[in-house]
């Protein structure tokens, strides 16, 4: 692949192409004026490589229906080398989407009336998933310490009960930008194991990730992980995911679970999205996107630090997704909320929506080019400053 064929600066039109982060404004925001600076998909063009293979897709004329193909799943094992894991056809399960995995997995390995574990600030399904389940959510909170969020173990083992099944555990973490640390995760997977607590591990954002990521998968083998192509490549709208465990009786009695919700089928481009991008290429492609975002959320770092440092920049190890703590300013929540959208017209994800300590926290995607992202920058600034 040529590297100049790689070009995060170039500015896409997304307007009027139904998408929501653009289309979805007014819904959502109730404005059509706003940057939007918030869902978790990236203003940068799908790699040069899968728009050719989806062209040739296309090209087949007839678009029925689609079974996983053995190149698929070769395809995976390879690009799970990355995260030292060695998987086999029969660990793997392709499902349409990680949230509809979570919500399978919640009811596959709880019961109605179980607890199921989430750590706030967290993506929000995490909470439906749970509750739309009939099961009871446990919340032990992040707590902010030194830049970054951290588990409160003892928090989080205060909380279990006997009634305590399941631990949906988001790594790297949405919204908090954390990659847990091997001995976090040994931490977790001890206290886990004590109360007989079955894990399963939301990895979407694992290759999006600026220092070493571990997968729980490698931590405890009887852990259920769920991943797909989606942020890193940002073929979000493929509805294309997979399932896997190392232990066979976890991934049988998921697959059962799965197939019986109807969440198996792959559409008519699925296959062609996971080989082409979990290929060298994409290899290739996630270094030079690495470098970019690396640059973007360096550059806003440094904004906040220099113009308006009582704004909290929360450390960011992974994603796009940049977590924005304004408790400092003095300001309550509805006015900063009003500010962004009203004052600096840029829609971010507001923070309440992702647990009660996202109150005066704001999520900003920094995935757009980076002449966009100052423009963005200078506006909540002047807005601030006023
Ligand atoms: C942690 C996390 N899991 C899952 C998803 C969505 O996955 P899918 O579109 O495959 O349901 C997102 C999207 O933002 C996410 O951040």
């Keep these: 692949m040529k590297k100049d064929s790689i070009n995060f600066d170039k500015k896409i039109d997304r307007m009027e192409t139904d998408c929501v982060k653009y289309d979805g404004l007014q819904s959502y925001f109730g404005v059509t004026d706003a940057k939007p600076l918030w869902v978790a998909d990236m203003d940068f063009a799908t790699p040069k490589f899968v728009q050719k293979a989806l062209e040739r897709k296309l090209k087949q004329q007839i678009y029925g229906y689609e079974i996983p193909s053995s190149n698929s799943f070769e395809a995976v094992i390879n690009w799970q080398k990355r995260h030292n894991l060695e998987l086999q056809k029969e660990d793997i399960l392709f499902c349409s989407g990680v949230v509809p995995s979570l919500k399978i997995a919640v009811e596959t390995f709880s019961e109605i009336g179980d607890e199921v574990v989430v750590f706030p600030p967290v993506y929000f399904p995490f909470f439906s998933v749970v509750k739309d389940s009939n099961r009871e959510l446990i919340e032990s909170y992040l707590v902010q310490k030194d830049g970054k969020y951290e588990i409160d173990f003892l928090d989080f083992e205060s909380k279990i009960t006997s009634k305590t099944k399941l631990l949906l555990l988001c790594s790297p973490h949405n919204p908090a930008g954390r990659v847990w640390s091997e001995n976090e995760l040994r931490k977790l997977d001890e206290i886990c194991k004590k109360y007989n607590i079955l894990v399963v591990s939301d990895e979407i954002h694992s290759d999006l990730v600026f220092t070493k990521f571990t997968s729980f998968a490698t931590i405890n083998p009887t852990s259920l992980i769920l991943n797909a192509p989606?942020?890193?490549?940002?073929?979000?709208?493929?509805?294309?995911?997979?399932?896997?465990?190392?232990?066979?009786?976890?991934?049988?009695?998921?697959?059962?679970?799965?197939?019986?919700?109807h969440i198996t089928s792959l559409n008519t481009l699925s296959n062609t999205v996971i080989q082409s991008c979990y290929s060298d290429e994409g290899g290739v492609w996630l270094e030079e996107l690495l470098v970019y975002l690396k640059?973007?959320?360096?550059?806003?770092?440094?904004?906040?630090?220099?113009?308006?440092?009582?704004?909290?920049?929360?450390?960011?190890?992974?994603?796009?997704?940049?977590?924005?703590?304004?408790?400092?300013?003095?300001?309550?929540?509805?006015?900063?909320?009003?500010?962004?959208?009203?004052?600096?017209?840029?829609?971010?994800?507001?923070?309440?929506?992702?647990?009660?300590?996202?109150?005066?926290?704001?999520?900003?995607?920094?995935?757009?080019?980076?002449?966009?992202?100052?423009?963005?920058?200078?506006?909540?600034?002047?807005?601030?400053?006023?």
Aim: with cysteine.
């Design 230 to 261: 989606s942020k890193t490549f940002n073929v979000a709208g493929f509805n294309t995911s997979y399932a896997f465990s190392l232990n066979n009786a976890i991934i049988e009695k998921f697959k059962i679970n799965a197939k019986k919700h």
């Design 295 to 386: 640059k973007n959320i360096f550059f806003t770092e440094k904004f906040f630090k220099k113009y308006l440092p009582s704004v909290n920049v929360l450390k960011v190890e992974a994603t796009y997704l940049v977590w924005l703590d304004f408790k400092e300013t003095g300001l309550k929540h509805k006015q900063i909320k009003e500010k962004l959208l009203n004052n600096a017209k840029v829609a971010l994800n507001d923070g309440i929506t992702f647990g009660k300590n996202g109150k005066y926290c704001f999520r900003l995607n920094v995935a757009l080019p980076k002449k966009e992202l100052k423009i963005a920058l200078k506006k909540i600034k002047i807005a601030f400053s006023k």
